[in-house]
T-cell receptor, first 110, second 114 residues
Framework: GQQVMQIPQYQHVQEGEDFTTYCNSS?????IQWYKQRPGGHPVFLIQ?????EVKKQKRLTFQFGEAKKNSSLHITATQTTDVGTYFC??????????FGKGTRLSVIA | KAGVTQTPRYLIKTRGQQVTLSCSPI?????VSWYQQTPGQGLQFLFE???????NKGNFPGRFSGRQFSNSRSEMNVSTLELGDSALYLC?????????????FGSGTQLSVL
């Protein structure tokens, strides 16, 4: 499976601030998925990016796939306490199992 | 549609024992993947089963094994438990037809080895 570096590992923000997590690979990816895991919960699928340079939005969340398909980012605008959790990227290189990054744990201080 | 069901929810074992975890996928899903989640290592892939065959395997010792039944339900077995096996074990299901499908996770089995 693909290996990726996800940064930062932890992020503490004040409610209303923006948040970004990055997922970087040394090899070209076929596609990348993002998941969110709330404290005490299980990972839940957020989105999949397939095309080079793709940008997708879900309300306050913006997902990007790099032009070279080697990196991706998730940006949250004006964080809320409901955004608390760990965000995982899960890249795929084609016909390989989904391997998850170590995740970015987001804390939001009200 | 019912979600992915994992049993038991919690388990306490002692070193040297063995354990079997169960996972029932979403109806119609033929692929079941297992992951081990620990605070330090994140989500680590154990193996994937599709149509009763192991299709992919992660980098875990042979003490970790699994199987899948004809109804797509899957079991994971860990023999000779070690303290380091304490973790949340998650299973996830998908249709299994291609590598661009999203995974649906169960709530996991929290295993504590004493």
């Amino acid at each position: 499976g693909q290996q990726v570096m996800q940064i930062p590992q932890y992020q503490h923000v004040q409610e209303g601030e923006d948040f970004t997590t990055y997922c970087n690979s040394s090899t070209t990816l076929s596609n990348i998925q993002w998941y969110k895991q709330r404290p005490g919960g299980h990972p839940v699928f957020l989105i999949q990016l397939v095309k080079s340079g793709e940008v997708k939005k879900q309300k306050r969340l913006t997902f990007q796939f790099g032009e070279a398909k080697k990196n991706s980012s998730l940006h949250i605008t004006a964080t809320q306490t409901t955004d608390v959790g760990t965000y995982f990227c899960a890249p795929q290189g084609g016909n390989t199992p989904l391997v998850f990054g170590k995740g970015t744990r987001l804390s939001v201080i009200a | 549609k019912a979600g992915v069901t994992q049993t038991p929810r919690y388990l306490i074992k002692t070193r040297g024992q063995q354990v079997t975890l169960s996972c029932s996928p979403i109806s119609g899903h033929r692929s079941v993947s297992w992951y081990q989640q620990t605070p330090g290592q994140g989500l680590q892939f154990l193996f994937e089963y599709f149509s009763e065959t192991q299709r992919n395997k992660g980098n875990f010792p042979g003490r970790f094994s699994g199987r899948q039944f004809s109804n797509s339900r899957s079991e994971m077995n860990v023999s000779t438990l070690e303290l380091g096996d304490s973790a949340l074990y998650l299973c996830a299901s998908s249709l299994g037809n291609n590598d661009r499908e999203k995974l649906f996770f169960g709530s996991g089995t929290q295993l504590s080895v004493l």
